[in-house]
């Protein structure tokens, strides 16, 4: 896959905990110019969105809700979500209640991703935190953003250990679409994941796996 084809795949991620204003300006100027989505801290999306570099580009603004354990009130994820979108926001991904998935709370952990669901008119990815479950757990959280209606599901936050896995990828993708997010940091690294099924990647490495890339 080249450059081109690859780029729009690509959701060009900063989410550390020290991240400024002017880093979220860093992601948005690259995804601009190689034409990759930007994913930014929800604290920023109401100045992202009326930043030039967005406005005079077609690129794709990607927010987190309950980030990054899930551990939020139900209401509150809702919330977070709508802020987000009518900040701005195309797209939200938010991390499922990991410890409600292993304690098989299945109704609690559907009714919190559907409440987003409802809540906005945008595409939701969940985030399942693959590392963190066993194969039966992962099969379970799948179902739960299924029968939640989300759109996407996303390997991982990147906040763990580890991170996402062409296996992983590859069970998820019976499913539902997948992002596959964490410890992506070269061409042939996202090349793999994309091969195994993902539709999208998640990685702060966005400029480096494009130049990594072919260019035809």
């Known amino acids: 896959m ?9 959701d060009h991620t900063i989410l550390g905990p020290t991240t400024t204003m002017s880093d979220v300006v860093d992601i948005l100027e690259e995804a601009a110019t190689h034409g990759m989505n930007a994913c930014i801290p ?3 999306v109401d100045a992202a969105s009326d930043n030039d570099l967005l406005r005079d580009s077609d690129v794709t603004l990607v927010t987190v809700i309950g980030f990054p354990h899930g551990q939020h009130a139900s209401i509150a994820k809702r919330q977070e979500a709508v802020a987000a979108w009518q900040a701005g926001a195309d797209e939200v991904d938010i991390v499922l209640n990991i410890g409600r998935i292993k304690s098989g709370a299945i109704e609690s952990s559907t ?3 559907a409440e987003v669901v409802a809540a906005v008119p945008i595409p939701v990815k969940v985030i399942i935190e693959t590392t963190l479950l066993s194969t039966d757990e992962k099969h379970r959280a799948c179902q739960i953003a299924v029968d939640a209606d989300a759109d996407f599901l ?4 990147g906040f763990t250990d580890g991170g996402a896995t062409t296996t992983d990828v590859g069970l998820l993708s019976d499913y539902l ?9 070269s061409y042939e690294t996202a090349r793999s ?3 195994a099924g993902a539709e999208r990647i998640g990685a702060s490495a966005g400029v480096k796996i494009l130049d990594e890339a ?3």
């Open 2 to 10: 080249n450059a081109t084809d690859l780029a729009p795949r690509i």
């Open 42 to 44: 929800p604290c920023y």
């Open 111 to 113: 009714h919190d991703i």
């Open 154 to 157: 996303k390997t991982s936050t």
């Open 177 to 185: 679409p997948v992002k596959a997010s964490g410890g992506i940091g």
């Open 193 to 195: 994941m994309l091969d």
């Open 214 to 216: 072919p260019e035809n």
